[in-house]
């Protein structure tokens, strides 16, 4: 340990982490029982390699059926979604981008374009895409106005990151990812 956490807070945090991963593969393996979840890394690779076996993530959500999620989200409303690869990857999806350098370029690409990013539930994609974010969008008629960068997470540690390494944009929202995205679709009339 480094002398910020405590080895119980440690294990804590893992067994969240893999508590997360068990109950995301859930949502997308719903054909699963719950009694298999504790199946965990079993689960990750039979999905990883059925989505392979697709050939994407698009065609994985089809024939499956899947509709809920954020991915599933993104996919129906044609937003653009970036993952990329890195040393620790085990088992990339067909859209993963191999090359990091390539994938930081195409994340950039998108995140020039926006006017408000919102980072949920993932400390380090979260700082990732706040390193590559600018701090302003010149919009096509020449104006300029500030890009609002949120950082949502269940600790006021993950949710401040960004922001306590120079991010003046970037605002911590301490909360449940499940939660606010609820609350925002509400707030939208969705």
Same mark, same amino acid.
């Given at each position: 340990?480094?002398?910020?956490?405590?080895? +119980?807070?440690?294990?804590?945090?893992?067994? @969240?982490?893999?508590? $997360?991963?068990?109950?995301? *593969?859930?949502?997308?393996?719903?054909?699963?029982?719950?009694?298999?979840?504790?199946?965990?890394?079993?689960?990750?690779?039979?999905?990883?390699?059925?989505?392979? $076996?697709?050939?994407?993530?698009?065609?994985?959500?089809?024939?499956?059926?899947?509709?809920?999620?954020? /991915?599933?989200?993104?996919?129906?409303?044609?937003?653009?979604?970036?993952?990329? %690869?890195?040393?620790?990857?085990?088992?990339?999806?067909?859209?993963?981008?191999?090359?990091?350098? $390539?994938?930081?370029?195409? *994340?950039?690409?998108?995140?020039?374009?926006?006017?408000?990013?919102?980072?949920?539930?993932?400390?380090?994609?979260?700082?990732?895409?706040?390193?590559?974010?600018?701090?302003?969008?010149?919009?096509?008629?020449?104006?300029?106005?500030?890009?609002?960068?949120?950082?949502?997470?269940?600790?006021?540690?993950?949710?401040? +990151?960004?922001?306590?390494?120079?991010?003046?944009?970037? +605002?911590?929202?301490?909360?449940? $990812?499940?939660?606010? /995205?609820? +609350?925002?679709?509400? %707030?939208? @009339?969705?």
């Amino acid at each position: 340990m480094n002398g910020i956490v405590t080895e +119980k807070e440690y294990q804590e945090y893992e067994q @969240g982490r893999l508590k $997360a991963i068990a109950l995301s *593969m859930r949502e997308v393996c719903r054909q699963v029982p719950l009694y298999e979840i504790a199946k965990g890394t079993g689960l990750k690779w039979d999905t990883i390699n059925k989505v392979r $076996a697709y050939g994407s993530i698009p065609a994985f959500l089809e024939g499956e059926k899947l509709t809920d999620g954020i /991915i599933a989200s993104c996919v129906q409303c044609n937003v653009p979604f970036v993952l990329v %690869g890195s040393v620790r990857d085990d088992g990339p999806l067909p859209e993963v981008y191999h090359d990091v350098y $390539a994938g930081q370029d195409d *994340m950039r690409s998108h995140v020039k374009q926006a006017t408000t990013v919102i980072g949920m539930a993932t400390t380090l994609h979260t700082i990732a895409t706040g390193n590559l974010t600018p701090s302003y969008h010149v919009e096509k008629d020449g104006n300029i106005r500030p890009v609002y960068f949120y950082s949502v997470d269940t600790s006021d540690f993950s949710a401040n +990151k960004l922001a306590d390494r120079g991010s003046l944009s970037a +605002k911590g929202i301490v909360a449940n $990812a499940q939660d606010f /995205i609820t +609350k925002v679709a509400a %707030g939208l @009339g969705l």
